[in-house]
T-cell receptor, first 114, second 115 residues
């Protein structure tokens, strides 16, 4: 595997379910990100991790819970979601956290909340 | 705070025609500038980036972009579009005074290519 991988690629869940999204990067990067991409809306940054420490949390509801056990893996734990949470969730990594570093994105997980 | 504007939501071109996608940023000094492309069902892929030096930047897939400080612009160009270029294009800007050290993305421009 190369680059940034995400599993599952598609997920349908009810509002009472608990599920997790997984992201893995094989690039030796130190920073990882979660973005939400909804139709007709700008890319929304959710969480940023640098060297496994959370460095940014953009007022994301507590029903989204990130976890970064090491610099290669990032999870997004989901519980009691709402239909408006349906979106494409993108994971990205970069060499380090910073405005000058380009990001490498995974293919995303298409989440549908029913 | 930094911001980036992509004024065109959709652009339609014929295959073989030239392309220019617009990007304007708001920041006093020279920011770091990026163009990404997102094909259907995929994540974003970096096309090119500008940090300093030559204002005309070459990227992958035959794309180029020109930084114009006087116009606060970083427009993406391609001389001859291929059908496989149909995708969503995102401009991003990063600057040290934006309050966040993460690049800011524009809303994207959807490119439609007619045969």
């Amino acid at each position: 595997e190369t680059g940034v991988t995400q599993t599952p690629r598609h997920l349908v869940m009810g509002m009472t379910n608990k599920k997790s999204l997984k992201c893995e990067q094989h690039l030796g990067h130190n920073a990882m990100y979660w973005y939400k991409q909804s139709a007709k809306k700008p890319l929304e940054l959710m969480f940023v991790y640098s060297l496994e420490e959370r460095v940014e949390n953009n007022s994301v509801p507590s029903r989204f819970s990130p976890e970064c056990p090491n610099s290669s893996h990032l999870f997004l734990h989901l519980h009691t979601l709402q239909p408006e949470d349906s979106a494409l969730y993108l994971c990205a990594s970069s060499q380090s956290v910073g405005y000058s570093y380009e990001q490498y994105f995974g293919p995303g997980t298409r989440l549908t909340v029913t | 705070a930094q911001s980036v504007t992509q004024p065109d939501i959709h652009i339609t071109v014929s295959e073989g025609a030239s392309l220019e996608l617009r990007c304007n940023y708001s920041y006093g000094a020279t920011p770091y500038l990026f163009w990404y492309v997102q094909s259907p069902g995929q994540g974003l892929q970096l096309l090119l980036k500008y940090f300093s030096g030559d204002t005309l930047v070459q990227g992958i897939k035959g794309f180029e972009a020109e930084f114009k400080r006087s116009q606060s612009s970083f427009n993406l160009r391609k001389p001859s579009v291929h059908w496989s270029d149909a995708a969503e294009y995102f401009c991003a800007v990063g600057s040290p005074s934006g309050g966040s050290y993460i690049p800011t993305f524009g809303r994207g421009t959807s490119l439609i290519v007619h045969p």
